[in-house]
């Protein structure tokens, strides 16, 4: 089957971090492009950032830009996200998703409160 | 940025009657190869989202046929011939040809009247 299956997130308080994982299966992960949306609560998708195949083109949100890091290791079918200097605003569910958005995770809730 | 710029932002359908989302782009979204990179995505309650249509008219594998998707430029659309119960969710164009950033438009809620 198909899938993409997000870490758990979790609750962190305002400057701290956190550090979300994606594992990937039943597709080959070292061929596609990946990329983090995000979706704060009773709101719309937001891109996150993006990372090519070999990992040596990555963007990000000007939102997040300085504080987060995407990274990949295809070894491991897994792509992850540093977060860190985390504020209120960071509080969504995060999903991962194929360069193409055709596979999307479950995703997983990041509260980010004192 | 591309803005994307969806209409209505609300929705509600009578089943079996037919529905249109709006989705408006601040720029041309043609790139340079030719294609137009104008995705829609459908957000069940309680669920992630799932593409429905790329390239403005190509319709995902499993998607009903019901579902299609048209425009080219700025302006396009996505129509349910018929609504059906399981369609109720959030409907969402993005534009990938100008990134970054990727965009999405505000969401437009579809509901049953």
């Known amino acids: 089957e198909v899938q993409l299956v997000e870490s758990a997130g979790g609750l962190v308080q305002p400057g701290g971090s956190l550090r979300l994982s994606c594992a990937a299966s039943?597709?080959?992960?070292?061929?596609?492009?990946m990329n983090w949306v995000r979706q704060a609560p009773g709101k719309g998708l937001e891109w996150v950032s993006y990372?090519?195949?070999?990992?040596?083109?990555?963007y990000y949100a000007d939102s997040v830009k300085g504080r987060f890091t995407i990274s990949r290791d295809n070894a491991k079918n897994s792509l992850y996200l540093q977060m860190n200097s985390l504020r209120a605003e960071d509080t969504a569910v995060y999903y991962c998703?194929?360069?193409?958005?055709?596979?999307w995770g479950q995703g997983t809730m990041v509260t980010v409160s004192s | 940025d591309v803005v994307m710029t969806q209409s209505p932002l609300s929705l509600p359908v009578t089943l079996g009657q037919p529905a249109s989302i709006s989705c408006r782009s601040s720029?041309?979204?043609?790139?340079?190869?030719?294609?137009?990179?104008l995705n829609w995505f459908q957000q069940r309650p309680g669920q992630s989202p799932r593409r429905l249509i790329y390239?403005?008219?190509n319709r995902d594998s499993g998607v009903p046929d019901r579902f299609s998707g048209s425009g080219s430029g700025t302006d396009f659309t996505l129509k349910i011939s018929r609504v059906e119960a399981e369609d109720v969710g959030v409907y969402y164009c993005?534009?990938?040809?100008?990134?970054?950033?990727?965009?999405f438009g505000q969401g437009t809620r579809l509901e049953i009247k």
């Open positions: 998703a194929t360069g193409a958005f055709d596979i």
């Open positions: 039943g597709f080959t992960f070292s061929s596609c492009e």
């Open positions: 990372i090519s195949i070999s990992g040596s083109t990555i």
């Open positions: 720029q041309s979204l043609v790139y340079s190869d030719g294609n137009t990179y």
């Open positions: 390239k403005v008219s």
């Open positions: 993005m534009q990938g040809t100008h990134w970054p950033p990727i965009t």
